[in-house]
C-alpha cells in the first residue's frame, strides 16, 4: 500500500506538485460556488501538473509531460530549449498513438505505478547521447528525434512492457510474452530468456509486491558498458490465487490473480547475470534462504560488481551484497538493521554510489533520516538532527557536495546542500514561506524545483545548484485565464495547530473554515488517512476538492495521528504488530478537540478515509459509538490477512506468528457495534484492496441486521474517479450526510 492506500485515499489533490497564488491579482469580490462537477471537470483547477521531468544528457533541453487543458489525464512530451527559453511539444500522442487496448499486463503495471487513470505518454527515456527519446505509448515503441522525426521501433498487437535504452544507446530493450527481447535500436529485437517454461515464470518484470509496496517497478538492470544485464527471473508457483472478479456494467470478467496475501508464500525471485544476447548466463548467490525480498540492485560505476539489497521477510534488516558478475559469486558488504527491535527497516533509493568507490547512504539508525557515507568500512553521519532528510536531489562530486530534501518545522519539506567531507552547515536552498521537492540531473548541473503554498498550486521553475533561480517551467499565477482565478474571493486558507496524544506526543492538525456567522455552529468534515506513511497537514497547497467541501458550509479538517511519516521512528512506533489502535485514539483526540470549539457542532463531525482511511473510519465507528454523526468508509480494508505480504507484515508481523494481533486490528469483529450512519464505497474491480474486503463487512451487517448504506461501483478499480464519477461519488456523500441531518445551520 507503499500507497494506493495514500495516493488515492487523499482523493483531495489532484496535483502532485503545488504552486503558489500570485501576490498581486485582481480577484471578483464574490466567487461561483466550486460544485464537484467543476472539480473533477477539465482543465484541472490545479493548472499545469508536469510529470516526468527530465534534463537532457548535454543539459540543453529539459523535457516533461504536460496534461491538456481540454484532458487533464492525456500527457504529451514537451520540451524546453534551455538556451532560447522555448517550449515546443516533441511527440503528440493522439496523433502517434493508436488508442489499441492495452494489456491486462501493461493495465497492472500501470495500477501498481499509480498511473492507472491517465492516458497519452506516461513516461520516456532519453538516449545517452542528447539525440533523441524513446517514448512507449499504446503498447508500441518510438523513437523521437529533436527535430521532429518520430521513428517505430515495434508494431505488435502484444505490449512492449518496461522498455529501456541501454546506457550506451545501443540496444532497445522490453518485456513481451514474460521473456526479455533485446535488439539494436531501429533493428530487430530478439528473445534472450528461455522459452519454454512454465505459465508461472515472468523473466524481467518486478513481482507484485515489488512493483506494489517496494517502489521497485524494473526487473532487469543494464551495465554501463551495454555488454551485460541482470535479470530477474520471478516464478509465482507456490503464490496462492485469488479469483478476482472484475465486475463491469456490463458483465464479469473473472481473474486468477496471483495475490501474496500475508501469512503466506511469495514468488519465488532469482537474479541472472548474461551477455546482451542471452548467453553467458551465471546465477547471483542471493543465499539459501529463498524467502526473501531484492530490493534493489546496481551495477557498479565500472561495471565490476553489482550491488543487491536483500532484505528479509520480516523486515528487519537489509543486507547489501556485492555480486562479481562473472561468477554470480556473493558477499554481505554491510547491512542495516532496524534503529530499534519493534520496528522495522524502510526501503529507499536516497543512495548513491561515487567514484571513489564510497556510498552515500540514507539510514533511520539514529531514530531519524539522515545521510551517512560509508567508505573502508566506516560510517560517517552527515546530517543529524530531530528533522529527518527524506530524499536525496542529487550529487555534485566534484565540488564535493550533494543536494538533498529535508523536513523543516514538521509542515514543510525544503532543499538543502551540504559538503561530503561533513564540513560547513547545510545551505538551505529553498524558499521556507513553500513546502518544497526537487530534482537534479545526473551531473548535478541545474536544480528542477517544485513548490506550493497552502494558497496557490503547484509552481516549478530551474535553478543553478546554489538554489538561484533562472527560469521558471510552470509560474502558475492565478491570475487571468488561470481555471481557479474565477474562485480566488471564497479561497481559504488552513489553519494550524496542534494537540497531545495520550503521551503527550504533539499531533499537527489543519483546518479550513467556511464563512461562518456569530453565534451559528457548524459540521465538520473530518478527512483523515491516518495509517502509516503519508503525512496529510502540510503547508503546501491542498486542491479544490477540500474548498469545494468548505464551499458547501463544512469545516474541512485533518490530522496527523502518531504513525505518519517524517517525524521520525518512535512517532511511527506505535503501529507496529498494533493497526486500528493509536491511530483510533489520536483521531478521537482530533474529534474532542473539535467538540470544545464553540463554533463547531458537537453533533454534527461526520470522519472520512479512503483504503487505510476507509478501515480507519470503520476502526473509529466500532471504537466510540456515538462520537462521530456519521462515517464514510472507501475501498477499506477490513482484515488484514487479505492484504500482502510486504505491506502487511512489515507493520503487523506474520499471521501464522502473531494471530492475536491480526485479530485485534481486523474491522470484522465488531463490526455490529457500529451504530452511527455509515456510508460504504467500494470499486467492485479493485486489484489492490480486493472487494471481499467490502463483501465480507457487507456480509456480517447484513446478517446482523445493522444497518449501512452502500455505493459501489462496476468496472473501477482502487481509485473510483474521473470527470463524471468523481462527482457521483461526491455529491452521493453529501446526499448521505444531508440525510442523516449534517448539514450546516440555516
Known sequence: ???????????????????VLAETVAVPETAPALTFER???SPGLDGPAPRQVKLSPDGRFLTLLRNRADDRDRYDLWGYDIETREWRMLVDS?????????????????????????????????????????VPLDGDLFLAKLDGAVTRLTDTEGTELNPQLSPKGSSVSFVR?????????????????????AETIRWGEAEFVAQEEMARLQGYWWSPDDSRIVVQRTDEASVGVVTRAAIGAKGTKVFDQRYPAAGTDNAIVELFVMNSDGSGSVKVDLGLDLDIYVARVDWALDASAIYVQRQDRAQTRIDVLKVDPATGASQIWFAEKAARPDYWVNLSDNYRFLKDGSLLWWSERDGFGHFYRYAGGQWTQLTRGTSPATSLVGVD???????????????TQQIYRTRLDRTGEPELLTDPAFTNSASMDGA?????????????????????????????IEENRVEGAHPYAPFLASHVTPEYGNIAAEDGTPLHWMMLKPKMEPGKRYPVFFQHYSGPGPQTVTKGWGGALAQAIVDKGYIFFQLDNRGSANRGVDFEQPLYRAMGGAEVRDQKTGALFLKSLDYVDPAKIAIYGWSYGGYMTLKQLEAD?????????????????????????????????????????????????????????????????????????ICVLQESNTPFEMM??????????????GPHVWNGIMRFLESHGVTPPK
Open 177 to 197: 510474452g514474460r521473456r526479455l527481447w533485446v535488439g539494436p535500436v531501429g533493428g530487430e529485437a530478439q528473445p534472450v530468456t528461455p522459452a519454454g517454461e
Open 444 to 472: 548535478a548541473r541545474l536544480l528542477y524545483v517544485s513548490r506550493s503554498g497552502p494558497a496557490q498550486p503547484s509552481q516549478s521553475y530551474l535553478a543553478t545548484p546554489d538554489g538561484t533561480r533562472v527560469a521558471w
Open 625 to 697: 459509538p456515538g462520537l462521530y454523526a456519521a462515517g464514510i468508509s472507501g475501498a477499506p480494508v477490513t482484515r488484514w490477512e487479505l492484504y500482502d505480504t510486504h505491506y502487511t507484515e512489515r507493520y503487523m508481523g506474520d499471521p501464522r506468528e502473531v494471530p492475536e494481533a491480526y485479530a485485534k486490528a481486523s474491522a470484522i469483529p465488531d463490526a455490529t457495534k457500529i451504530t452511527d450512519p455509515l456510508l460504504l464505497i467500494h470499486g467492485m474491480a479493485d486489484d489492490n484492496v480486493i472487494f471481499e474486503n467490502s463483501s465480507e463487512l
Open 94 to 134: 493522439e496523433k502517434l498513438g493508436s488508442g489499441r487496448e492495452l494489456s491486462e499486463d501493461e493495465k497492472m503495471q500501470r495500477e501498481r505505478a499509480r498511473v492507472g487513470s491517465l492516458k497519452g505518454i506516461i513516461a520516456y527515456q532519453w538516449a545517452s547521447d542528447g539525440s533523441g527519446v524513446l
Open 39 to 41: 472539480v473533477f471537470a
Open 1 to 19: 500500500m507503499r500507497s494506493v492506500l495514500a495516493a488515492v485515499a487523499l482523493g483531495l489533490s489532484t496535483c502532485l506538485t503545488t504552486p
Open 397 to 411: 562530486e566534484g565540488a564535493g557536495t550533494f543536494t538533498y530534501q529535508a523536513t523543516a518545522d514538521v509542515l
Open 712 to 725: 459501489l461501483y462496476p468496472g473501477y478499480t482502487h481509485r473510483v474517479s474521473g470527470p463524471k464519477i
